[in-house]
Structures are given as C-alpha cells and as structure tokens.
C-alpha cells in the first residue's frame, strides 16, 4: 500500500539518546541555528508588535515527524536556546516563553502525526486552517479594534490594512463563519494522500509555537491580547502554509530514500 512508507517513527519517551538522536538532533539543530543567523531567513523582520516571524520551527517538526518527539525535543531546545540568547525584544529574554513553545513543537507534532490516521490527520489541518480564519476575521477582529481603539497598538500600514478587514469583518455574524468553512474546505481539498499526515503534523507544530508564544507574551504582559491577534493573524497563516511546503516534500523525500534502502 501506498501509506505503508508513511509509518510514523517509533515513539520513544525516554532519555536515552542513540548515536542516531544525536546526529539527526545536531545536523537539525544546525540547520535552525543557520536560518537564525541569515538575516531574513531564520526570523523575518515584519512591522508588528512581535517584530518577526520566524521560519525556525519548521526544523523541529522534521525531526518530530522523521525521528520522533525526543528528536524533536532537542531540536526545538536548540531553537529555544538561540531564541533567548540572542533575543532583541523583551518577550523572547523570558526563558518560558523562548523554551517552552519551542521543546513543545516536536511533541505535538509527533502526536498529531502518530495519533490521527490519514484522512483524520486531513480532516485536523483543514479544520485547524478553517478555525484560525474564523477566529482572525470574527473574535480576532474584535479584540483587535478594541486594542487599536485604546492606543494599545502602534498604527503602520500593516496594522492598517489588517483594521480594514477587521472593519468590515468584526460586526458580522456569517462573513467569518463563511470565510472559515471555505478556508477549511480549501484546504480539505488541497491535502489528499501521503501529504495529509505530514501536513497535519506541520499545522499542529506550527500553532504549538505560535499560540503558545502569543498566549504566554499575552500571559506575562508583553503583549495586549488585541496585539497578539495581530502577530497571529500576520504571521501564524504564512507561518503554517511555509511550514506545510516545506515539510511535506521533504518527509516524502525522506521516506522514499529509506524505503528504496
């Protein structure tokens, strides 16, 4: 069959690390350590209150889904290390908030990946695409203006075009709830096959550290909860798309190498 290639690794919960976690952990580690140190790759600068985005997960999530949730744990310390050490914005000099979204990535993605059969793991990402919109255009949106409203956030044109949206989107009922089941059922349709699985693995990775990143800063007083609407919408939507594109061929390449073995 066809999914045979795609049997998620073993899970192993345990701390000891074969030769094998620690060369796939090192060589995964290096390569988002690298995205971090190329201006423009590893943290994308963007005008809004988080200040960048980041491409720095999507190696954890490989680890995760090719080695499993110990791999993808060490990988996203590393992330989680570089983030604080070298962190230019308050919110990231928190070691909570720079560690533990990050050691988290590879846990959930590895669940996500293990848990759900194909077509569930399917159903999970278009939902997930599905509910990120609505919350964006519906609650979102609210909680946005009333931000903007009290002076919590800086105006630039980013923030500007997202208010547009949220004008329009904020006072109803159906438009968000629309956008939201089209979106899901978009990505429904995109995702077919050997690619859902992986593609589940990369939403769930993607939102462990945008959420838990947002939710925490929000938590700690970094940012308004309006602001952290703003960061999500901007950048958890490319964040997870980006992360999809490249995980998916990249396991699939991965995989095929291995089978052919």
């Known amino acids: 069959m066809a999914h045979a290639r795609l049997a998620p690794p073993p899970a192993r919960w345990g701390i000891r690390l074969t030769p094998r976690d620690i060369t796939v952990s090192g060589a995964l580690g290096a390569v988002a350590i690298v995205l971090g140190l190329v201006p423009g790759l590893g943290f994308i600068p963007a005008p809004t209150p988080a200040g960048n985005a980041t491409t720095m997960h999507i190696p954890v999530i490989i680890a995760a889904v090719l080695e499993g949730p110990v791999v993808g744990a060490l990988v996203g310390a590393i992330f989680g290390a570089f983030s604080f050490t070298r962190a230019t914005i308050p919110i990231f000099k928190q070691p909570l908030i720079a560690f533990g979204p990050r050691i988290l990535i590879g846990v959930v993605a590895f669940l996500v990946f293990r848990a759900l059969a194909v077509r569930h793991a399917r159903l999970f990402a278009a939902a997930a695409v599905g509910a990120g919109i609505y919350t964006i255009l519906g609650p979102g949106a609210v909680r946005f203006l009333a931000a903007l409203a009290a002076g919590r956030i800086q105006p630039n044109w980013l923030v500007e075009g997202y208010r547009a949206v949220a004008a329009a989107t904020a006072g109803s009922l159906w438009l968000p709830v629309a956008a939201g089941v089209a979106s899901a059922l978009l990505a429904y ?54 992360a999809v594109l490249v995980t998916v061929p990249v396991y699939r390449a991965v995989t095929a190498m291995r089978g052919g073995a």
């Open 189 to 242: 349709a995109l995702l077919r096959g050997e690619n859902a699985a992986p593609a589940a693995a990369a939403v769930a990775g993607t939102l462990t550290n945008t959420v838990g990143v947002l939710t925490l800063a929000v938590l700690f007083g970094f940012l308004p909860a309006g602001a952290a609407v703003l960061v999500g919408a901007t950048h958890g939507l490319p964040e997870v798309i980006l």
